[in-house]
């Protein structure tokens, strides 16, 4: 699996980031969605493509259909600028992550 | 609390060898399969390596396959990465993480251990 992000993503504060996750038939997998803060180890904020761990912000959704999966972050606060990564397994044995993409809140 | 704890990173020639190591805590460790994930300076996340809970099976990227073996040991809840044959490519941050029961996401990850390959 080849799963394809934007690089980055811009977006003031207090509006919605739609962060975009592509690959072959992708809707009929489940997608994670990870953040990453400079220094730090990933954090898990959306699993199986629409269900947050606890501790992560109801702002924090995700969605998956066809072949894209989105990671929507709304009413974004400085604190979401990170690199966001997605993630699958192929064929239930090798783990997939995309490229990541970096949030920039202006 | 459940943690991972890495450790055994360093500066290593090319050829060479290093032991990494996970200690984890909080949880049963037997019940979970683990894996490797490393990232490079600047770059994305690449799964790397997973071993299942019970009764190992171990997968293995193309990258690694044949010169990195990863193993537990469950009377010690600890992880390991052997790593042979180095490379400069294979210079990353190299993050331990618990894949979830049910779903199958890395729900929890260690700080991670840098591992540099370099004459």
């Known amino acids: 699996s080849v799963l394809t992000q934007p690089p980055s993503v811009s977006v003031a504060p207090g509006q919605t980031a739609s962060i975009t996750c592509g690959g072959n038939?992708?809707?009929?997998?489940?997608v994670h969605w990870y953040q990453q803060k400079p220094g730090q180890a990933p954090v898990l904020v959306v699993y199986d493509n629409d269900d947050r761990p606890s501790g992560i912000p109801e702002r924090f959704s995700g969605s998956n259909s066809g072949s894209t999966a989105t990671l929507t972050i709304s009413r974004v606060e400085a604190g979401d600028e990170a690199d966001y990564y997605c993630q699958v397994w192929d064929s239930t044995t090798e783990g997939v992550f995309g490229g990541g993409t970096k949030v920039t809140v202006l | 609390e459940v943690q991972l704890l890495e450790s055994g990173g360093g500066l290593v020639q090319p050829g060479g060898s290093l032991r990494l190591s996970c200690a984890a805590s909080?949880?049963?460790?037997?019940?979970?399969?683990m894996n490797w994930v490393r990232q490079a300076p600047g770059k994305g996340l690449e799964w790397v390596l997973s071993v299942s809970g019970g009764r190992p099976t171990t997968h293995y990227a193309d990258s690694v396959k044949g010169r990195f073996t990863i193993s537990r040991d469950n009377s010690k809840n600890t992880l390991y990465l052997q790593m042979n044959s180095l490379r400069a490519e294979d210079t990353a941050v190299y993050y331990c993480a618990r894949r979830s029961i049910g779903g199958d996401a890395f729900d929890i990850w260690g700080q991670g251990t840098m591992v540099t390959v370099s004459s």
């Open positions: 909080g949880f049963t460790f037997n019940n979970y399969a």
């Open positions: 038939n992708l809707g009929s997998q489940s």
